[in-house]
């Protein structure tokens, strides 16, 4: 059984940055394509960006674009989602998400993470 366990949120100040870990356990990071998704109270979880198990293709969401990074260490088993310039609006819980796909596609979930708060405010 796959596990997946965030760390790294906290309040930080506008403009700030905050790395974000996910750390895999039961299986093999190099199998499974990562995604990281955020929710705010009221709304439906999304897909803020993704890194493939087929080449570490990434992908971002347009609010995203420039600020986060995704990255991936297949031997610590743990993927880091760099963000920086972070806004009010970044605001949320954030969960990491597992499948076991080669390619990036946010409609697909298989294992999720416990998530970690991220707050955006001076």
């Known amino acids: 059984q796959v596990q997946l366990k965030e760390s790294g949120g906290g309040l930080v100040e506008p403009v700030g940055s905050l790395r974000l870990s996910c750390k895999v356990s039961?299986?093999?990071?190099?199998?499974?394509?990562i995604a990281w998704f955020r929710q705010t109270p009221g709304k439906e979880r999304e897909g803020v960006s993704c890194?493939?198990?087929?080449?570490?293709?990434?992908d971002y969401k347009e609010a995203v674009k420039g600020r986060f990074t995704i990255s991936r260490n297949n031997a610590e088993n743990t993927v880091y989602l760099e963000k920086a310039d972070l806004k009010p609006e970044d605001t949320a819980d954030y969960y990491c998400?597992?499948?076991?796909?080669?390619?990036?596609?946010?409609?697909?979930?298989?294992?999720w993470g416990q998530g970690t708060q991220v707050t955006v405010s001076s």
């Open positions: 998400e597992a499948d076991a796909r080669q390619w990036c596609d946010y409609a697909y979930q298989d294992y």
């Open positions: 039961g299986d093999s990071l190099r199998f499974y394509t």
């Open positions: 890194i493939s198990s087929n080449y570490g293709s990434t």
